[in-house]
């Protein structure tokens, strides 16, 4: 069974604007949405909410508001609301667990308010066993006009990418959009190259032709997949989130992959998906693969 689209919400101007856009990918893919909102006690709060109780029916009253401002827009979703007393990082992933996808807000350009501020995005981001979008708070329909792309970062062999490839397939057919596969290569130092490697390269006629190549073999199923959507490959020289940066402009969402890394210090989502998380100039995907 599909789970639903999950909006973690916080009362920030980018939270409202990730709950907009939860609604309607929801309602896009004919799914339920699912609203989550973690807090925690304030003793030192205003004095018109410095107990318990009346700060919890203040919380529970700015998600109601919130929640109806939604439904008017959209009278036919189904819409549930779960707010947890808790830390914010294990009511989201607990709720990525079960859903489609996860939705949450997102200033860009800067960093990341609210319940993603400094490590507390990196685990969400990183432990969620789901896609999760970051929206910001300038996110508006009009930025889903037809002809804007979905774009997708592809890098590795066929099998890094699927996921990510898969999920912007997905999107962009719900849509009626076409995707942008960008593959972006670097030239790596001569000591990198075996005699198996040059030999693939002289086979196909130089490292440009050769990265062409290696993203056609990873688009090919999707192509086959989803016939109706339109695909451009796009082979750039340069590192990967500059490039997926540079055509960020004419995209309605981008899609970049991630494997989990944890360290000594905690969650890493790694140097692309962190770099497009707080420069696109539209919501982000970040797709978790193995």
């Known amino acids: 069974m599909t789970g639903p689209i999950t909006a973690g919400i916080d009362g920030t101007d980018e939270s409202l604007a990730a709950l907009a856009w939860a609604a309607r990918e929801a309602v896009r893919r004919d799914l339920a949405l ?21 700060q919890e029916r203040w919380v529970r009253e700015a998600v ?26 294990e009511s989201l992933v607990a709720a990525a667990a079960g859903a489609e996808l996860l939705v949450l807000g997102s200033r860009g350009h800067g960093a990341v308010v609210g319940f993603l501020l400094g490590s507390v995005g990196r685990q969400v981001i990183a432990e969620a066993a789901c896609p999760v979008v970051l929206v910001r708070a300038g996110d508006r329909p009009s930025s889903e006009v037809a002809g804007h792309e979905i774009v997708v970062g592809q890098q590795g062999e066929p099998e890094d990418s699927a996921a990510a490839l898969r999920f912007a397939f ?20 001569v000591f990198a190259y075996s005699p198996g490697s040059l030999r693939l390269l002289d086979e196909a006629g130089g490292l440009e032709p050769y990265e062409k190549k290696a993203l056609a073999e990873a688009v090919r199923p999707w192509r086959e997949r989803f016939p109706d959507v339109p695909v451009v490959e ?3 020289m340069g590192s990967a989130a500059e490039v997926l940066l540079s055509v960020s402009g004419r995209a309605q969402l981008m899609v970049v992959g991630r494997r989990a890394h944890r360290t000594a210090v905690g969650a890493w989502i790694g140097s692309v998906a962190y770099g497009v998380l707080h420069h696109a100039d539209c919501p982000v995907a970040v797709v978790p693969h193995d």
Do not use: K, Y
């Open 234 to 236: 796009h082979v750039e």
């Open 34 to 54: 699912r609203v989550v909102h973690a807090w925690r006690f304030q003793p030192n709060a205003a004095a018109e909410v410095a107990d318990r109780d009346a």
């Open 170 to 189: 997905e999107t962009a057919a719900a849509r009626g959009a076409g995707v942008r596969v960008v593959r972006a290569w670097t030239l790596p130092p």
């Open 64 to 89: 109601r508001r919130a929640v109806a401002a939604v439904a008017e827009r959209h009278p036919a979703l189904g819409v549930s609301v779960d707010v947890d007393e808790g830390g914010p990082v």
